[in-house]
């Protein structure tokens, strides 16, 4: 049998004016995931510096929900003049994730590494 795959789901902690305590992550992202015959799990934001390889160890796949926006210049590129300004609680761990990926995906891309796909 094969192992179904852990899909992180990036979730959100409400404002400090919610006092319900709750963890927010939309049903019809995790829903998506199990029809797909993986295993959902909220990724919340996190602070530490070791967060993206801790998350990036514990599963197989992330679903970026989305919310607000990044920041690009953060990613080298120019901010929408409509972008909404508030940084969302979990943006340096996408932040990161992005770079992550980009990063990937630019080296995988390179003529001196097609040997490697």
Same mark, same amino acid.
């Given at each position: 049998?094969?192992?179904?795959? %852990? %899909?992180?789901?990036?979730?959100?902690?409400?404002?400090?004016?919610? *006092?319900?305590?709750?963890?927010?992550?939309?049903? +019809?992202?995790?829903?998506?995931? #199990?029809? *797909?015959?993986?295993?959902?799990?909220?990724? $919340?934001?996190?602070?530490?510096? +070791? /967060? $993206?390889?801790?998350?990036?160890? *514990? =599963?197989?796949? $992330?679903?970026?929900?989305?919310? &607000?926006? $990044?920041? /690009?210049? #953060?990613?080298?590129?120019?901010?929408?003049?409509?972008?909404?300004?508030?940084?969302?609680?979990?943006?340096?761990?996408?932040?990161?994730? =992005?770079?992550?990926?980009?990063?990937?995906?630019?080296?995988?891309? &390179?003529?001196? +590494?097609?040997?490697? &796909?």
């Amino acid at each position: 049998m094969t192992r179904r795959p %852990i %899909i992180g789901v990036t979730g959100d902690i409400p404002a400090a004016q919610d *006092a319900s305590g709750d963890v927010l992550t939309r049903q +019809n992202y995790a829903r998506a995931v #199990l029809r *797909a015959e993986g295993y959902p799990v909220t990724v $919340l934001p996190a602070e530490e510096p +070791n /967060a $993206l390889d801790a998350v990036r160890a *514990a =599963v197989d796949g $992330l679903l970026f929900t989305g919310g &607000r926006d $990044l920041r /690009a210049e #953060l990613h080298g590129a120019q901010e929408h003049p409509e972008r909404i300004q508030d940084e969302p609680p979990h943006g340096r761990l996408l932040s990161a994730f =992005v770079d992550a990926c980009r990063a990937f995906a630019e080296r995988r891309t &390179r003529p001196d +590494n097609l040997e490697e &796909r």
